[in-house]
């Protein structure tokens, strides 16, 4: 064991510091391109980090061009100390996070998973190890607040799980009524699918979380898709080229909802994440429309005075516009999709003249629910 020097102490717990240095040991790296996302100007986060190595507590690793912030020795041997609880899991000696590998798609799916907990983390969703219930007896799990799993901790189970090493979801996201299986694209689109891998990684979700005596939380049907990527035009890409992305959008999920890595598409999985607020914004969407009609050939979230069907999109699920597009050109109607403001272009390129969008202002949005 390498003792920790007395003369190096971990910054302040409420600092930006701590906070970079306690992801970075969480995450095993750091990716430097995801600076900008932790909060704090540009020369200020630089300043952290230029503190952070010259008291030698994270150094550089670049390769493959690709740079990202490793915590040193001493810093793990002192995050370790200070709380075991968080950190242990993520230093032991088998694990990913404690020795990295080099290889260039291993460095990609750690960063994948990185970006993940990072997009989760903004959104107020529970990342860390000793604030949210572990999940070794999943039958017996109480969630009160939205919580994320990376798939790290979730293979780790046992040999239930040892059946989807080669999954493309970077973990689970369980709210108190929902459990969303998580995939995240970062800058392209993932091109090839272990299709029935992932199918059983529905399964066995469904049978460890839904389907056991003391499984009381969750029910098959509130199982859902969730993708992250780093732009809305990847959602074009999985709209338009369905024969590469026929997993995301066949029947193996009712819902598949696409949310970017960036501050819109963390105000939209605070969304996601509870049910009741987004009762309410589709409340205000249908103030001036008559309710939906369930029994209308197309799916609909509500109707216009003169019988086209509406559909609220800003939840963006990629399944349920594409049902809705193709619907409306088959029924040869029109329709009307309400969807945020910086999700409209892309959604408007991929459907027909057939349908009509009304935006929402994000920002607008942003600041009536969560100001």
């Known amino acids: 064991m390498i003792p920790i020097s007395r003369k190096k102490t971990l910054p302040g717990k409420q600092t930006r510091a701590y906070e970079l240095l306690e992801l970075a040991a969480i995450f095993g790296e750091f990716p430097s391109e995801l600076l900008t996302r932790l909060s704090g100007g540009a020369s200020y986060k630089e300043t952290i980090v230029t503190t952070l190595k010259r008291q030698g507590l994270i150094k550089t690793y670049y390769k493959d061009g690709r740079r990202g912030l490793r915590p040193t020795i001493t810093a793990k041997k002192l995050l370790l100390a200070d709380n075991p609880e968080r950190f242990s899991f993520y230093m032991d000696e088998n694990s990913d996070t404690n020795h990295i590998r080099s290889e260039p798609h291993r460095r990609d799916r750690l960063y994948r998973i990185a970006e993940a907990n990072l997009t989760m983390k903004n959104a107020g969703v529970s990342i860390f190890r000793d604030e949210r ?184 699920d990629l399944r349920r516009i594409r049902k809705f597009d193709t619907a409306l050109a088959t029924q040869k109607r029109r329709g009307i999709i309400y969807c945020f403001d910086y999700q409209a272009e892309v959604l408007s390129r991929y459907c027909s003249d057939a349908v009509e969008f009304q935006t929402l202002d994000y920002e607008k949005t942003e600041r009536r629910f969560f100001s």
């Open 133 to 316: 219930p572990l999940l070794s007896v999943p039958g017996n799990l109480s969630i009160s607040v939205p919580t994320f799993y990376p798939s790290r901790e979730i293979k780790d189970l046992g040999i239930v799980f040892d059946k989807v090493k080669s999954t493309r979801s970077v973990g689970l996201l369980l709210t108190e009524q929902e459990i969303f299986v998580v995939y995240n694209f970062g800058n392209s689109l993932i091109r090839t699918w272990a299709y029935k891998t992932e199918m059983r990684t529905k399964v066995l979700v469904e049978n460890e979380f839904c389907r056991k005596p003391e499984s009381s939380q969750y029910s098959v049907k509130n199982i859902k898709g969730l993708i992250l990527g780093n732009t809305m035009e990847l959602a074009y890409d999985v709209l338009a080229n369905t024969t590469k992305q026929y997993f995301l959008l066949d029947d193996n999920y009712e819902n598949f909802y696409f949310v970017t890595n960036d501050e819109r598409g963390e105000m939209l999985l605070k969304l996601l994440c509870r049910p009741e607020l987004c009762g309410a914004l589709d409340r205000l969407l249908g103030d001036d429309l008559c309710p939906a009609d369930k029994g209308f050939l197309i799916e609909n979230d509500a109707m216009t005075e003169d019988g086209h069907p509406v559909l609220f999109a800003y939840k963006c």
